[in-house]
């Protein structure tokens, strides 16, 4: 049965007639050089010699050459859907006349040169359309090799010759290791999204580029498509990189130069190797991994907004000055500069690293795991929403803690804070105050709610705030815990923060007061014992004095006044110092 060749029509420069075609036989298996062609029409009969630079179609089944023969100068290649073009063995040269030309396959189809050598006079190159396969080895061919759709195998290390490569789309492929490191003397341009590497070939199918790279002003999308590791070793310049992952492909792509391209790095997919500082474009570029990794390889990278949404960001230091945004993933990475760290959406958010962010952090929704002891770098923290978790009994943190009313602070096991804590929301899990840390209830002033294990230990402190001469209104009036959770009084101190509402001649200080500091509702319980009186108490000794006492589950504050002394007991005084004067005055008479 014989299979027929469809052709392209081909306009020359200077005249409108349609040039011949070359059609051959699906059973004919000599090479291209034996008379297995028709250069007329499409068949039935296919005993003609084939025409230098005449332009052939492949259209229907699978088609066998036994290579070249000699060297041939072939026109433009036209390979339909699901057809099979395949050199089963290397003769001769093909070359194109010195011409670039256009290696067009359908989908499904595959031209399968495999080692079949390649002319390298200058101005030989090729351009690769459609969306089939084209495998080569390839020679030095100097006139380029452009990539505009489906995929080429690089079945050697000068399959894709030695002057420009040019990516507009499409797949480039390995079967094996291939390093293709200076091959291109042309350097490479980048006009479209690609994809390296292709799921069906074994995971030491790597390919490797060390050329620069011109993306041409825009942000184009890699998608890591094998199984292998893919490594971009020339700067790479002149727009953006976001890196996506084909279904089922599992590969990683190596970024190993200081790349200059200003615009976003962004991966929604894969693993990206940053093995340089600097790997990722200029400093003023944000970073956005939403999915995938982002591996800093132990350097340390400088860049504009970090947002985090989804993924993993490991390896190494991120440094922003601008700031961080994380939503959901794992920052293994240590985060670092002037930017602050916001949480903005649901989802949970992992710290391991040894972060030193200096601008704070944020939480407004979902939760932030904290894996470190550095993990909340150094500046304050405010929790609007959310949960904060000190996620391991061997984390403990120093910063400064801020609960809204919405917020939650959790700790896990031996989980410790030396700063404070301040505000309005709730403490979970369990929780320990350990040496130098600090709880204040409420804005000055108000309620804070436990609703876990809080326990209180030596040197740490409970600062209490009084807003006005009154007993009622916790939360207005006073600062309150309240407690359904328990609390261990196992050391510490109550700091009274009085401002101006310190024992006075006012008449409310002249009667006995009392306030619940740690009010228990609901199975709540406070153990221990109560907390000493940190503040000096010096300065209204005369007038009375503080205390603390369990009072059932609750530790109230206690105001105790002076004794007032009996009109009898004032008038023997009065009497003693009026005698005393008089005294003194005869004294002084005696003496005149």
Known sequence: MKRVLLVFLSLGALSLSAQPISYTSTSAIGNWGTARWNNSADGPSYVSAYTANQNVNFTSGTYRFAGMGSTINVGNITVASGVTVNFTSASGTLATGGNVRTIDVGSGGLVRLGSQAIATTAGTGFIKTGAGTLFLAGSAYPGGFTLNAGTVIVGGVNALGNGSLTINGGTIGSDDRRDLSGKFAGGITVGGDFQLGAPSYPVNATLKFSNAMNFGGATRTLTIGGNASYTLGGVISNGGLTVNLASGATGQLDLTAVNSYEGATTIFGGTVRANIAGALGSAAGSVTVSGGTLNLSGYSHTKGQITLSSGTLSGGTMSSSIGFELQSGSAHANLSGTGAVSKTTSGTITLTGNNEFSGGMSIADGTVLAYSNNALGSGAVSITGGTLSLAASYVTVGNAINIGASGTLMGTDAAAVTGSITGTGTLAGTLNLAAGANVNAGNSPGILHNIGTLTFSSDSTLTWELGALSTADAGTHFDQIANTGTI??????????????????????????????????????????????????????????????????DMVLSWTAAAIPETSTY??????????????????????
Do not use: E, K
């Not at 008038?571 to 005149?592: D, K, S, T």
């Open 488 to 553: 261990n009084l196992n050391g510490g101190m109550l700091a009274l923060s009085l401002g101006s509402f310190a024992p006075s001649a006012d008449p409310f200080w002249a009667s006995d007061r009392s306030w619940t500091v740690i009010y228990s509702t609901a199975g709540g319980s406070t153990t221990g014992t109560a907390l000493g009186i940190a503040s000096d108490q010096s300065g209204w000794a005369s007038l009375g004095s503080f205390g603390t006492s369990l009072i059932g589950q």
């Open 571 to 592: 008038a023997a005084i009065f009497g003693a110092l009026a005698l005393a004067g008089v005294c003194v005055h005869r004294r002084r008479q005696a003496r005149r």
